[in-house]
């Protein structure tokens, strides 16, 4: 509203995306922005002849930006029910939240949902919708069922046994994202004498009669492999 012994009036925009078309100097001010415009503060301040007010501010919103990150675990369990929230998104006026991959949005409330994960549920993505006036933002969270696949894993290949000098060997891999801890399995003719369970690395000994095999790891949290 105009300040009745305000003589003229100055105008702000901050950021890009906006621009002051008309008005500048009076009470009232209207702006043109950009596709995709996301948002800008707009800053006042009046005048008269014993001087300048302080500048008063006010933040308005165009498409609104999700980049909060999402609150809840990324490695649910099949036959679970989890829920997951965001931060409060400035200038959002709603939120809806859907899933894929055998899983199911059961409640929602505003910034926060609870999703159900189906038995034969394998993996799949949450996704939040902000809206204003403006229209709708959406943004994918990627869900798993368990720890992704541990990567090679790092040891001697050849030559191992007694006869050659080789007693002992060790192997390891690099540690696995949402891996609680590591289930190691060796042929016959070796021993696990280190490392097992929650170690990325493994000792074994090697006895007389082995020959060849494999040396494996799973990677294991609270879902199983």
Do not use: E, H
């Not at 996704?127 to 869900?143: E, F, K, M, P, Q």
Request: proline content about 4%.
């Amino acid at each position: 509203a105009p300040i009745w012994n305000a003589t003229s009036y100055n105008w702000t925009v901050s950021g890009t995306g906006a621009t002051i078309i008309s008005g500048q100097g009076t009470s009232t001010i209207q702006i043109s922005s950009n596709a995709g415009f996301s948002g800008t503060q707009i800053g006042v301040s009046s005048s008269n002849c014993k001087g300048t007010s302080s500048v008063t501010t006010r933040t308005v919103f165009g498409l609104i930006t999700v980049s909060s990150p999402l609150y809840g675990t990324v490695y649910p369990c099949a036959g679970s029910t989890v829920t997951y929230s965001c931060d409060n998104i400035a200038g959002a006026t709603g939120y809806t939240w859907s899933a894929t991959g055998n899983a199911t949005v059961t409640a929602s409330n505003g910034n926060s949902c609870t999703v159900y994960f189906a038995n034969n549920w394998t993996g799949g993505a949450l996704i939040l919708g902000a809206t204003n006036a403006c229209g709708t933002v959406t943004r994918s969270y990627t869900l798993y069922s368990g720890p992704l696949q541990p990567g090679g894993i790092t040891g001697t290949a050849y030559s191992l046994c007694p006869a050659g000098g080789t007693n002992n060997a060790t192997f390891s891999i690099s540690p696995v994202t949402g891996a609680t801890s590591y289930s190691w399995t060796v042929p016959n003719g070796m021993q696990i004498t280190g490392g097992s369970g929650n170690s990325t690395n493994l000792t074994i000994n090697i006895n007389n009669n082995y020959t060849a095999g494999d040396v494996c790891v799973s990677a294991v949290n609270a879902c199983g492999l």
